[in-house]
Nanobody, 125 residues
């Protein structure tokens, strides 16, 4: 499956953005999807992961209560709604997917076999 992520941009602290991850070749119906981010000079960081067949979701503590993962009814697009953005949320955000990921491994990049290109999110103070 090919993934395309877009929707990044420049926003002021406290603002919101919604990222989209579009799948071609497969739908997000029976798989796991995650968002990761990487800030300059830092390692890739897990943001959120969801197993769509069970609905089980894991959020990084740093985004819990502010970010929400969802998908459209056609199951071809996964969204990351980001509210109350902070300067430390600035990073390149990438989406990832895999047919089966156990809940405890949702935060591991190695669990995913499909990746979209990153989209830049910049939060100004």
């Amino acid at each position: 499956v090919q993934l395309q992520a877009f929707g990044g941009g420049l926003v002021q602290a406290g603002g919101s953005l919604r990222l989209s991850c579009v799948a071609s070749g497969r739908t997000f119906s029976d798989c796991a999807t995650a968002w990761f981010r990487q800030a300059p000079g830092k390692e890739r960081e897990f943001v959120v992961g969801r197993r769509w067949n069970s609905g089980s979701t894991r959020y990084a503590d740093s985004v819990k209560g502010r970010f929400t993962i969802s998908r459209d009814n056609a199951r071809t697009t996964v969204y990351l709604q980001m509210n109350s953005l902070k300067p430390e949320d600035t990073a390149i955000y990438s989406c990832a997917a895999a047919p089966r990921v156990i809940f405890s491994n949702l935060d591991l990049p190695s669990s995913y076999d499909s990746w979209g290109q990153g989209t830049q999110v910049t939060v100004s103070s």
